[in-house]
T-cell receptor, first 113, second 112 residues
Framework: EPEVTQTPSHQVTQMGQEVILRCVPI?????FYWYRQILGQKVEFLVS????????KSEIFDDQFSVERPDGSNFTLKIRSTKLEDSAMYFC???????????FGSGTRLTVV | DAKTTQPNSMESNEEEPVHLPCNHS???????IHWYRQLPSQGPEYVIH???SNVNNRMASLAIAEDRKSSTLILHRATLRDAAVYYC?????????????FGQGTILTVHP
């Protein structure tokens, strides 16, 4: 079954550094998402992306965050200047139509030290 | 606000059926009911979704009340691998595919 692939699986970065989390959605999917989950807390929506632009973003997704689909296959989340509170699991998801549900990747664990 | 209510936890024995309830009393006529589960240290996984009729797939069955104010996810024979957090989520219908709003979900424990 097709999968959403995320890399790296774990990233450690120093506070203030920029990080880029990468995702390869399923090839014929059209809608793309980033979610995060702080340890022990709920999964939270960050941003949705369709037709090469952001369609919705949450309050969490401030100016420090950006998303890009640079080459038609990758979908990236950039955090410009990481903070300790950005430490979380970040999940990418995609969907083509409503026939089946959203497919999530296995996540990137970001640790900011 | 996830707008659904689920029990915090449930327990089951292996190979027995499990009925996971969800209350969504303020659901609108076009909202779909989605179920996802999250195994330890993994991303959420789609289980099933429906609008009005009961639905079956290889993973589970979804029973939707006639008034659509509640639904039940049915795992016909629980296995140890079904131990996970199960999320019941309302999702607006239509042609756009909006965000999923996760609540705390139901932690399902399966005993051997």
């Amino acid at each position: 079954e097709p999968e959403v692939t995320q890399t790296p699986s774990h990233q450690v970065t120093q506070m203030g550094q920029e990080v880029i989390l990468r995702c390869v959605p399923i090839s014929n999917h059209l809608y793309f998402y980033w979610y995060r989950q702080i340890l022990g807390q709920k999964v939270e929506f960050l941003v949705s992306f369709y037709n090469n632009e952001i369609s919705e973003k949450s309050e969490i997704f401030d100016d420090q965050f950006s998303v890009e689909r640079p080459d038609g296959s990758n979908f990236t989340l950039k955090i410009r200047s990481t903070k300790l509170e950005d430490s979380a699991m970040y999940f990418c998801a995609s969907i083509r139509t409503g026939i089946k549900g959203y497919t999530f990747g296995s996540g990137t664990r970001l640790t900011v030290v | 606000d996830a707008k659904t209510t689920q029990p915090n936890s449930m327990e089951s024995n292996e190979e027995e059926p499990v009925h996971l309830p969800c209350n969504h009393s303020t659901i609108s006529g076009t909202d779909y009911i989605h179920w996802y589960r999250q195994l330890p240290s993994q991303g959420p996984e789609y289980v099933i979704h429906g609008l009005t009729s009961n639905v079956n797939n290889r993973m589970a069955s979804l029973a939707i009340a006639e008034d659509r104010k509640s639904s039940t996810l049915i795992l016909h024979r629980a296995t140890l691998r079904d131990a996970a957090v199960y999320y019941c989520i309302r999702l607006a219908g239509g042609t756009s595919y909006g965000k999923l709003t996760f609540g705390q979900g139901t932690i399902l424990t399966v005993h051997p």
